[in-house]
């Protein structure tokens, strides 16, 4: 097995495990979006696997990449990105800004805003892929009238203090999905 046979979060919904880089590329970009992703080392392999399930307009995934790999997706576009690490770090570059996402600080993606990241080796996440149009809906419906400009998130997610409550929010819903796996 390419991972080495570990229990991954969702692993009763397994996307992919491989180690061809333009496979990992193909099978992530039909979640996500069409990307650059290249190993840092100079004709680097990766050992990734995912781990994902569609909820309606929210796509819940778990994912690494098993190598140093800098990923280019440019802007989302459709789409929000919620991105919390449980193992390893990643340098997530969106809207101007740089910010070193690990267990304790994630991120969302805004659809707006240009996007590239650098995952280490051991970099794991949780991601919620939610629909752009889902959320702006919503908030329509909740304000009573359209919005006037595109809705942006701030880029990083504390695990403590308010924003924080999306660390346990999303392991409560893998753990809901997982259970309804069984």
């Keep these: 097995m390419l991972d080495g046979g570990i229990s991954h979060p969702l692993s009763g919904h397994r996307l992919f495990a491989s180690t061809d ?12 979006c069409d990307h650059k992703l290249t190993p840092c080392e100079r004709g680097g392999r990766v050992d990734a696997w995912q781990n994902a399930i569609k909820l309606n307009r929210t796509t819940l995934s778990a994912m690494s990449y098993g190598a140093d790999v800098r990923v280019e997706p440019g802007r989302l576009e459709n789409f929000y990105l919620l991105m919390l690490p449980y193992a390893g ?17 994630g991120t969302i993606l805004n659809p707006t805003d240009p996007v590239a990241m650098t995952w280490t080796a051991d ?28 809705l942006n998130f701030r880029l990083v997610i504390p695990k403590q203090g308010h924003a924080g409550n ?17």
Excluded: H, S
């Design 21 to 32: 880089v333009d496979d990992v590329r193909d099978t992530v970009a039909r979640i996500y």
């Design 89 to 105: 770090q990643a340098a997530i570059e969106a809207g101007g800004r740089t910010v070193i996402a690990n267990d304790r600080v």
């Design 123 to 150: 970099c794991a996440k949780l991601m919620v892929r939610i629909e752009r149009d889902a959320i702006e809906q919503q908030l329509c419906a909740m304000l009573g009238r359209p919005l006037r400009q595109p």
């Design 166 to 182: 999306w660390w346990p929010f999303v392991q409560l819903l893998i753990a809901y999905v997982e259970q309804q796996a069984r």
